[in-house]
Nanobody
Framework: QVHIVESGGGLVQPGGSLRLSCAASGSISSFVTMGWYRQAPGKQRDLVAT???????NYADSVKGRFTIARDSAKNTVYLQMNSLKPEDTAVYYC????????????????WGQGTQVTVSS
């Protein structure tokens, strides 16, 4: 069984910063890819940023230059540093952990956290 737990959301003024954390625990010691997605009211869930075991990152165009994703693979933890926040960043942010190896077999299963609310407002 796998548990994905996010923390760090909250209310912040435009231009402010927040840092989200996500820890994966349970039967899988290391996920190939970890990342963040977000969903605003009435909209679909969209990719924010991902990072793989090799450290390769991928960002949505809307957050490039403002958000930074990092991971501690030994702790199966991923972080999202969000700077210069805008009202349009308001959403529920979900942590995703995807892909792992069982011996030489790659298992593409994905796991989601419950989400943490980020509200950017004055």
């Amino acid at each position: 069984q796998v548990h994905i737990v996010e923390s760090g959301g909250g209310l912040v003024q435009p231009g402010g910063s927040l840092r989200l954390s996500c820890a994966a625990s349970g039967s899988i010691s290391s996920f190939v890819t970890m990342g963040w997605y977000r969903q605003a009211p009435g909209k679909q869930r969209d990719l924010v940023a991902t990072i793989n075991l090799g450290g390769r990152t991928n960002y949505a165009d809307s957050v490039k230059g403002r958000f930074t994703i990092a991971r501690d693979s030994a702790k199966n933890t991923v972080y999202l540093q969000m700077n210069s926040l805008k009202p349009e960043d308001t959403a529920v942010y979900y942590c995703n952990a995807e892909g792992f190896y069982r011996g030489s077999w790659y298992v593409p299963d994905a796991y989601w956290g419950q989400g943490t609310q980020v509200t950017v407002s004055s």
